[in-house]
Protein backbone atom coordinates (compact mmCIF):
# COMPACT_ATOMS: atom_id res chain seq x y z
CA UNK A 1 0.00 0.00 0.00
CA UNK A 2 1.87 3.11 -1.36
CA UNK A 3 0.72 5.77 0.89
CA UNK A 4 2.78 8.57 -0.81
CA UNK A 5 2.56 8.67 -4.66
CA UNK A 6 4.45 10.23 -7.04
CA UNK A 7 2.70 9.91 -10.25
CA UNK A 8 4.95 11.20 -12.83
CA UNK A 9 8.23 8.71 -13.02
CA UNK A 10 9.64 11.90 -15.14
CA UNK A 11 9.65 15.53 -16.07
CA UNK A 12 11.55 17.46 -18.48
CA UNK A 13 11.36 21.50 -18.98
CA UNK A 14 13.44 24.11 -20.33
CA UNK A 15 15.42 26.26 -18.43
CA UNK A 16 13.81 29.54 -17.32
CA UNK A 17 10.35 27.86 -16.95
CA UNK A 18 8.66 26.67 -14.32
CA UNK A 19 9.13 22.54 -12.85
CA UNK A 20 6.03 21.35 -10.74
CA UNK A 21 6.80 18.23 -9.00
CA UNK A 22 3.64 16.77 -7.88
CA UNK A 23 2.93 14.37 -5.26
CA UNK A 24 -0.60 12.81 -3.34
CA UNK A 25 -0.88 11.14 -0.15
CA UNK A 26 -3.94 8.62 1.45
CA UNK A 27 -2.65 9.09 5.62
CA UNK A 28 -4.72 11.54 6.94
CA UNK A 29 -2.55 11.07 10.33
CA UNK A 30 0.14 12.53 7.97
CA UNK A 31 1.67 16.14 9.91
CA UNK A 32 4.93 16.66 8.03
CA UNK A 33 6.09 17.01 4.65
CA UNK A 34 9.21 17.13 2.94
CA UNK A 35 11.03 17.23 -0.39
CA UNK A 36 14.22 15.53 -0.95
CA UNK A 37 16.78 16.19 -4.43
CA UNK A 38 19.05 13.15 -4.83
CA UNK A 39 21.48 13.20 -7.67
CA UNK A 40 23.06 10.06 -9.31
CA UNK A 41 25.60 8.02 -6.83
CA UNK A 42 24.81 10.08 -3.78
CA UNK A 43 22.47 10.03 -0.95
CA UNK A 44 19.33 12.53 -0.83
CA UNK A 45 19.67 15.84 0.56
CA UNK A 46 16.88 17.62 2.24
CA UNK A 47 15.60 20.40 0.01
CA UNK A 48 12.57 22.20 1.46
CA UNK A 49 9.44 20.79 4.12
CA UNK A 50 5.96 22.27 5.34
CA UNK A 51 3.79 21.99 7.74
CA UNK A 52 0.55 20.60 8.10
CA UNK A 53 -0.86 24.08 9.46
CA UNK A 54 0.55 25.66 6.51
CA UNK A 55 -0.19 26.07 3.15
CA UNK A 56 2.41 27.30 1.84
CA UNK A 57 6.24 27.56 2.30
CA UNK A 58 9.11 29.30 0.15
CA UNK A 59 12.53 29.14 0.32
CA UNK A 60 14.46 31.10 -2.80
CA UNK A 61 13.51 29.46 -6.36
CA UNK A 62 11.66 27.08 -4.43
CA UNK A 63 7.88 26.81 -2.87
CA UNK A 64 5.83 24.08 -1.62
CA UNK A 65 2.43 24.29 -1.81
CA UNK A 66 0.21 22.16 0.34
CA UNK A 67 -3.74 21.16 -0.30
CA UNK A 68 -4.92 19.32 2.90
CA UNK A 69 -8.50 18.51 1.83
CA UNK A 70 -6.98 17.00 -1.32
CA UNK A 71 -4.21 15.24 0.28
CA UNK A 72 -1.89 17.07 -2.42
CA UNK A 73 1.63 18.72 -2.64
CA UNK A 74 3.56 20.36 -5.11
CA UNK A 75 6.86 21.66 -5.56
CA UNK A 76 7.50 24.45 -7.95
CA UNK A 77 10.84 25.01 -9.05
CA UNK A 78 11.03 28.67 -10.78
CA UNK A 79 13.36 29.29 -13.15
CA UNK A 80 14.72 26.27 -13.44
CA UNK A 81 18.26 25.83 -14.10
CA UNK A 82 19.84 22.84 -15.64
CA UNK A 83 21.75 22.00 -12.22
CA UNK A 84 18.54 21.24 -10.93
CA UNK A 85 18.23 18.02 -13.11
CA UNK A 86 17.95 14.70 -10.29
CA UNK A 87 15.47 12.78 -8.60
CA UNK A 88 12.75 14.47 -6.55
CA UNK A 89 11.27 12.27 -3.71
CA UNK A 90 8.63 13.58 -1.61
CA UNK A 91 8.47 12.39 1.65
CA UNK A 92 5.80 12.35 4.66
CA UNK A 93 5.71 11.76 8.32
CA UNK A 94 2.86 10.66 10.66
CA UNK A 95 2.34 12.47 14.09
CA UNK A 96 2.28 10.54 17.48
CA UNK A 97 1.99 6.48 17.35
CA UNK A 98 4.92 3.93 17.72
CA UNK A 99 6.89 5.38 14.70
CA UNK A 100 7.26 8.86 15.68
CA UNK A 101 9.92 10.16 13.25
CA UNK A 102 9.54 7.74 10.36
CA UNK A 103 9.48 8.87 7.14
CA UNK A 104 7.51 7.59 4.29
CA UNK A 105 8.71 8.12 0.66
CA UNK A 106 7.23 8.29 -3.00
CA UNK A 107 8.77 6.82 -5.49
CA UNK A 108 10.49 9.75 -7.15
CA UNK A 109 10.51 11.82 -9.90
CA UNK A 110 13.37 12.21 -12.39
CA UNK A 111 13.13 16.28 -13.51
CA UNK A 112 15.68 16.89 -16.78
CA UNK A 113 15.71 20.80 -17.07
CA UNK A 114 17.35 21.28 -20.41
CA UNK A 115 19.16 24.68 -21.51
CA UNK B 1 32.00 18.06 9.35
CA UNK B 2 31.63 14.62 8.42
CA UNK B 3 28.38 13.33 7.12
CA UNK B 4 26.59 9.87 7.47
CA UNK B 5 29.58 7.28 6.20
CA UNK B 6 28.40 4.16 4.48
CA UNK B 7 31.14 1.43 3.65
CA UNK B 8 31.15 -0.59 0.80
CA UNK B 9 30.06 1.68 -1.58
CA UNK B 10 29.91 -1.08 -4.07
CA UNK B 11 29.46 -5.01 -3.19
CA UNK B 12 28.86 -7.76 -5.84
CA UNK B 13 28.23 -10.90 -4.16
CA UNK B 14 27.06 -14.26 -5.32
CA UNK B 15 23.81 -15.75 -4.13
CA UNK B 16 24.14 -17.32 -1.81
CA UNK B 17 26.61 -15.35 0.42
CA UNK B 18 26.14 -13.34 3.59
CA UNK B 19 26.72 -9.82 3.06
CA UNK B 20 27.34 -6.58 5.96
CA UNK B 21 26.11 -3.16 5.08
CA UNK B 22 27.86 -0.53 7.66
CA UNK B 23 27.27 2.81 8.65
CA UNK B 24 28.54 5.54 10.67
CA UNK B 25 25.74 8.28 11.55
CA UNK B 26 26.56 12.22 12.30
CA UNK B 27 28.14 12.33 15.48
CA UNK B 28 25.31 13.81 18.18
CA UNK B 29 22.43 12.33 16.12
CA UNK B 30 20.15 9.60 18.01
CA UNK B 31 18.06 8.34 15.03
CA UNK B 32 19.22 6.02 12.49
CA UNK B 33 17.61 4.78 9.65
CA UNK B 34 17.99 1.69 6.71
CA UNK B 35 16.42 2.51 3.64
CA UNK B 36 16.48 0.42 0.46
CA UNK B 37 15.82 1.79 -3.50
CA UNK B 38 14.48 -0.12 -6.56
CA UNK B 39 12.85 1.77 -9.55
CA UNK B 40 9.84 -0.45 -8.79
CA UNK B 41 9.43 0.94 -4.95
CA UNK B 42 11.33 3.96 -4.72
CA UNK B 43 12.91 4.53 -1.40
CA UNK B 44 11.54 2.08 1.49
CA UNK B 45 12.23 1.97 5.13
CA UNK B 46 13.61 -0.81 6.24
CA UNK B 47 14.15 -0.65 9.93
CA UNK B 48 15.12 2.51 12.40
CA UNK B 49 16.58 2.82 15.58
CA UNK B 50 16.30 5.74 18.37
CA UNK B 51 18.88 5.57 20.80
CA UNK B 52 20.29 2.41 19.75
CA UNK B 53 16.76 0.97 20.20
CA UNK B 54 15.01 -0.86 16.87
CA UNK B 55 11.48 1.27 17.20
CA UNK B 56 10.01 0.26 13.94
CA UNK B 57 11.40 -3.04 11.82
CA UNK B 58 8.12 -3.62 9.65
CA UNK B 59 9.76 -2.94 6.31
CA UNK B 60 12.37 -5.27 6.82
CA UNK B 61 11.47 -7.87 3.85
CA UNK B 62 12.12 -11.55 5.86
CA UNK B 63 14.23 -13.41 8.36
CA UNK B 64 16.88 -12.95 6.02
CA UNK B 65 17.63 -9.41 6.66
CA UNK B 66 18.93 -8.14 9.98
CA UNK B 67 20.20 -5.05 11.81
CA UNK B 68 22.03 -3.96 14.67
CA UNK B 69 23.32 -1.16 16.56
CA UNK B 70 25.41 -1.80 18.95
CA UNK B 71 26.42 1.81 20.17
CA UNK B 72 25.72 5.10 18.70
CA UNK B 73 28.42 5.40 15.93
CA UNK B 74 27.73 2.21 14.43
CA UNK B 75 25.26 0.17 12.53
CA UNK B 76 25.21 -2.94 10.53
CA UNK B 77 22.72 -4.25 8.08
CA UNK B 78 23.12 -7.88 6.90
CA UNK B 79 21.45 -10.01 4.61
CA UNK B 80 22.07 -13.93 4.91
CA UNK B 81 21.63 -15.61 2.91
CA UNK B 82 21.65 -12.94 -0.39
CA UNK B 83 19.19 -13.84 -3.00
CA UNK B 84 19.14 -11.70 -6.84
CA UNK B 85 15.89 -9.99 -5.82
CA UNK B 86 17.65 -8.19 -3.19
CA UNK B 87 19.84 -6.31 -5.24
CA UNK B 88 19.33 -2.38 -4.92
CA UNK B 89 21.17 0.55 -2.87
CA UNK B 90 21.00 0.48 0.40
CA UNK B 91 20.85 4.01 2.25
CA UNK B 92 21.47 4.88 5.41
CA UNK B 93 20.46 7.87 6.92
CA UNK B 94 20.24 9.75 10.53
CA UNK B 95 19.10 12.53 12.59
CA UNK B 96 18.36 14.27 15.24
CA UNK B 97 16.24 13.38 18.08
CA UNK B 98 12.99 11.62 17.40
CA UNK B 99 11.97 13.91 14.76
CA UNK B 100 10.27 16.66 17.68
CA UNK B 101 12.95 18.83 16.84
CA UNK B 102 14.05 18.50 13.44
CA UNK B 103 12.26 16.05 10.62
CA UNK B 104 15.27 16.33 8.67
CA UNK B 105 17.16 12.98 8.32
CA UNK B 106 20.74 13.16 6.42
CA UNK B 107 21.50 10.88 4.24
CA UNK B 108 24.79 8.52 3.29
CA UNK B 109 26.08 7.98 -0.08
CA UNK B 110 24.52 4.31 -0.68
CA UNK B 111 25.92 1.06 -0.97
CA UNK B 112 24.81 -0.32 -4.04
CA UNK B 113 24.72 -3.89 -3.58
CA UNK B 114 24.45 -6.28 -6.66
CA UNK B 115 23.67 -10.51 -6.10
CA UNK B 116 24.48 -12.75 -9.36
Known amino acids: DQQVKQNSPSLSVQEGRISILNCDYT??????FLWYKKYPAEGPTFLISISSIKDKNEDGRFTVFLNKSAKHLSLHIVPSQPGDSAVYFC??????????????FGQGTILTVHP | DAGVIQSPRHEVTEMGQEVTLRCKPI?????LFWYRQTMMRGLELLIYFNNNVPIDDSGMPEDRFSAKMPNASFSTLKIQPSEPRDSAVYFC??????????????FGPGTRLTVT
Open chain 2, 93 to 106: ASSLGSGLVSYEQY
Open chain 1, 27 to 32: NSMFDY
Open chain 1, 91 to 104: AARASGGTSYGKLT
Open chain 2, 27 to 31: SGHNS
